[in-house]
Nanobody
Framework: QVQLVESGGGLAQFGGSLTLSCAASGFAFDVLAMGWYRQRPGLACELVASVSPAVDRHYADSVKGRFTISRDNFKQMVYLEMDSLKLEDAAVYYC????????????????WGQGTHVSVSS
């Protein structure tokens, strides 16, 4: 049974940092790209970052230089380190298997885990 459990969200200050974690189980984690999508209020689900099995990383332009995605195949964990947070980063973040720039956001947010909510205060 595929399970993805996101954690680490919360309230951060503008310019602050948060690190999200995703615990994955029930599938061949080490051969799949993994990623984080987010759903901002009133906006479509979008890819934030993805990391391939070969640890090739992709970032949305809006988070480049501020967010870092990483994976631990042994622990079957995916992380998203978020620095220099902006108000527009407030969203529910979802960990998604098979994530890539070629996979549209449609249907990704909320289809796997419950997500973790990030709020940013000014």
């Amino acid at each position: 049974q595929v399970q993805l459990v996101e954690s680490g969200g919360g309230l951060a200050q503008f310019g602050g940092s948060l690190t999200l974690s995703c615990a994955a189980s029930g599938f061949a984690f080490d051969v799949l790209a993994m990623g984080w999508y987010r759903q901002r209020p009133g906006l479509a689900c979008e890819l934030v970052a993805s990391v391939s099995p070969a640890v090739d990383r992709h970032y949305a332009d809006s988070v480049k230089g501020r967010f870092t995605i990483s994976r631990d195949n042994f622990k079957q964990m995916v992380y998203l380190e978020m620095d220099s947070l902006k108000l527009e980063d407030a969203a529910v973040y979802y960990c998604v298997p098979g994530a890539s720039p070629e996979v549209p956001g449609d249907g990704q947010c909320g289809s796997w885990g419950q997500g973790t909510h990030v709020s940013v205060s000014s």
